[in-house]
């Protein structure tokens, strides 16, 4: 089988995630494809025991630590692959569970939409992505999201087709946010066309605000990158605002340009990228969320970066 | 005198030529076996980087290019981009040496993975 393949688990105990888990890997050691699992802490424990010998060469890790971020996952997911099979690997076989904590919607969102765009990033590839959801913990609102961004879902034993599939792109827009005007307590900078200034003014406000000095040179680089953009595509002003919003440092910038069409920009890896798209890829990893809003009036870039 | 502009000294380097727009701060001092840059590296400052380096590898044909980047404070994605597509076009065995290159190249470098381009080598990165 050479075509990209994105099931998702829909496990109920402790139990059902080895009934199907244990054989996953076991048919994946057996065929010789590169298997890896990044799973919940007690879950990698619970698999290991069961696999005993029959692990090979299969590597599990904790999904808390394996890159614990959608963005970073996605880079981390793109670059297992293709390392893998550069080195010789015939097909990849992963399991992978997303990160759901208590946090804000708009980034449970984030993960949602990651698990959609993976089957855009992954599909050139011979590789299985077998993506975990606990159902006796989770949201029936997260769980009905991975019949939307999985083609298969297993549940109770059974492979089902997922009628709710939607093919990134679509899913994307619908699920666009919307991003409210920033609040009152928003500072705006004065100018935006002097790209300098611009950095002083975001690496000072977040600062000031807490966030840790890697974080702000991350935060104002990412900035930096969708400034140059709306500078090079928009015809009249650009503004850039600043502000916190508890936990966070947020700053959006807006351009009154001809919008980006395509709901999957900056999230296809490099070289993928199309020309231009580099600079929305580079700041999607750099920050902890970016959002994007974009109309054939203008754009809204937001982008947030935890704060202390 | 017709061309009244030719006696006029021009500011900054004489490496920059006229598409890159005001203000930027790039400076380029040629040394031996390749240029020394100072200041911050975005849109503004893109051909005249572009034009110093390539300067450079024209200089020592056949050779190492040395970067010397201690004193740039900052630069973009799209400048490291260009950095890593021109040592992809050198000759078979030349090399573009990144020597003290600030914390943020590193970190694009990485994000972009243009650490699998060979000809491109980081030295003594700084942490700052």
Redesign the interface.
Known sequence: VTEFDHPALLYGSLDHFLETMVPFVRAGVDNDEVVFVATRADNVDALHDELGTGAGAARLADTDQWYPHPAARL?AFH?FVTRELNAGAVRIRLAGEPVWRPEPPEFVREWQRYESVLNAVLEPFPATLLCLYDASRLDPSVLATAHQTHRTVHLDGQAVASAAFQEPDRLLSLWNPELAPPPPTAVRAHTVT???AA?TFLAEHALTADVRPDRA??LS?AA??IL?NA??HADGPVALWAWTAEDRFVCQIEDQGPGVADPLAGYR??PASREGE??L??AR??VDLLQLVSADTGTAVRLHVRRG | VTDSAELIPRPGPAAAPPDDPPGSSLRAVPMTGGVALSGEVDMRAWSSLEVAVRAAIEESPGEDVLLELSEITFIDGHAVGVLAAMAGELEPGRRLVLRHPPWVLRRIVETLDLDREPALIIEEPRAG
């Open positions: 880079r670059t002097d790209l300098a950095r040179m991350d680089v930096n990158e140059t500078l090079i890896p490099p580099r600079g890829w580079l990893q750099l």
